[in-house]
Structure formats: C-alpha cells, structure tokens
C-alpha cells in the first residue's frame, strides 16, 4: 500500500512533491532542509541546519510508523564540502546504530540560505510492526 506524507513545507506545496512517500514496508523521504516548517526560519550555521534536518525526517519517519534505526540509505548534499565534517559528530550519533549505506555529494541547493540538505531511504524490517520515531 502507498500512502503519502506531508510536513507542510512550502517547498511541498510550491514545487508538488510530497516529504515522505511509504510504499508497503519502504519509506522514500526526500531531500530535506534545515527550515524550521513551522516557523519557515532557517539558522545560518550548518550544524544547527544538520540537527534540524534530523528533526524533520525523524518527524516524517514517524508520521508513517518509521524511525531512524530504519534507515538503510542516507545521502547528505552541500554546496561547501568544508561544511561536513563540523556536522559528523551529530549524524554519527543520529546514524551510528544503524550504520546506514552514505553518500556526501556538493552541489548547490534551492536557496543560498541551505547548507546541507538530508535525504533517507529506510524499510521496516518484517518481524517488527510499525514504531515510534
């Protein structure tokens, strides 16, 4: 069965794509910023835009019955390769149990405020029902 998520970003609305698609035991969420969703702020520093990236996803995750130990893919995307490492220790301790499949890629983001932008791929393992984030 698929079902679709919404955080109720503006960037779903304006650009129409949904934050999370879970299709059966899979969940796809899509690339996903450091914008508070509730306030539309974003912090300049990109380890606060890291740990709010995590907070959106986990928020998506657990809107479908996922959470971050779920996760099996995890891709990171920022315009300065030097803004990663200043964000390692806050996605070791996010990632670290599960030890997901990674890929860091630069490029430039919708807006020039971004610093990072999170996107997971996860399943639900078969044994386990849906949980809290």
């Known amino acids: 069965m698929r079902s679709s998520h919404s ?3 503006r960037f779903e609305r304006d650009i129409g794509y949904a934050r999370a698609i879970v299709d059966d035991d899979w969940i796809f969420v899509s690339g996903t910023t450091g ?8 912090d300049d520093d990109v380890v606060a835009q890291a740990k709010q990236c995590l907070a959106n996803i986990e928020a ?14 995890v891709r990171y995307i920022l315009p300065d390769r030097a803004d990663f490492e200043p ?20 490029a430039g983001l919708a807006d020039p405020r971004m610093k990072i932008e999170i996107e997971v791929t996860g399943r639900r393992r078969a044994d386990e029902g849906p949980q809290a984030a």
Do not use: N, Q
């Not at 914008?35 to 974003?42: Q, V």
């Not at 964000?87 to 630069?106: D, I, K, N, Q, S």
């Open 7 to 9: 955080s109720g970003s």
């Open 35 to 42: 914008f508070d969703y509730h306030t539309g702020i974003i």
């Open 60 to 73: 998506a995750l657990g809107s479908a019955g996922f959470g971050l130990k779920d996760v099996l893919r």
């Open 87 to 106: 964000c390692w220790p806050m996605l070791r301790h996010a990632f670290e149990r599960v030890g997901p499949a990674a890929t860091m890629m630069v």
